[in-house]
């Protein structure tokens, strides 16, 4: 029982510390299946740091996207632009203080899926005031001579399958499970 105690603690340090150094796309137990509608959150899980409430979110989705629309969220207005390209950006200011720097904000987006299966990049731009954390850099296979691994502000991604016989997918430092409370419930993908 002690021994499993420790694996839990061990597991909820390394769990927090991978869940606040990025921005994360969850699915909630959902397929992304291509052609069909659903829902994305993108969850942004600290300030900018120094103390720094996250005052504006946008996100950018590439022109295989269907559609893309913000839901409500309070304290917040949303906004959805389509390029003459086909690109679709996402912007949500926050109507107060916005987000607190220990605080974890979620912002659902009802979408249809990219017609083709594949993973798709959803770079994120976080703003609190005039600092920026771009949430852009791509995948690295290795660290190497011009690119560090991981990336340092990793994009978000998501998968979209062909059919729905596939598991549920977590993106992006997701989880299945609840690990632990640290001050707060530490739920990774519910």
Known sequence: MALS????????LAAAQGASAHA????????????KTGTLTLTIPHGC???????????????????ARP?????????VKRASNGKLTLTWTATGAGLPNTDVGNFPIAVRW??????????????????L??????????AD???????TYP??????????????????GSSPVVFCRLGRPLALNQ
């Open 133 to 142: 954390m771009d949430w852009k850099d791509p995948f690295n296979a290795a």
């Open 145 to 151: 001579g011009d690119l560090p691994y991981p990336a």
């Open 155 to 172: 994009v978000p991604r998501v998968r979209v399958h062909s059919s729905s016989a596939h598991a549920p997918t977590a993106v992006t």
């Open 114 to 131: 990219p017609k083709k299966a594949g993973t798709y990049n959803t770079p994120t731009a976080q703003y609190c005031g005039s600092q």
């Open 49 to 67: 740091g120094a103390g720094l409430a996250t005052t504006k979110i946008v996100t950018r989705l590439g022109s295989s996207w269907q559609s």
């Open 5 to 12: 105690g420790v694996a839990a603690a061990i597991a909820c």
């Open 71 to 79: 839901a409500a969220v309070a304290g917040w207005t949303s906004t």
């Open 24 to 35: 994360t796309l969850n699915l909630y137990g959902k397929n992304a299946v291509a052609n």
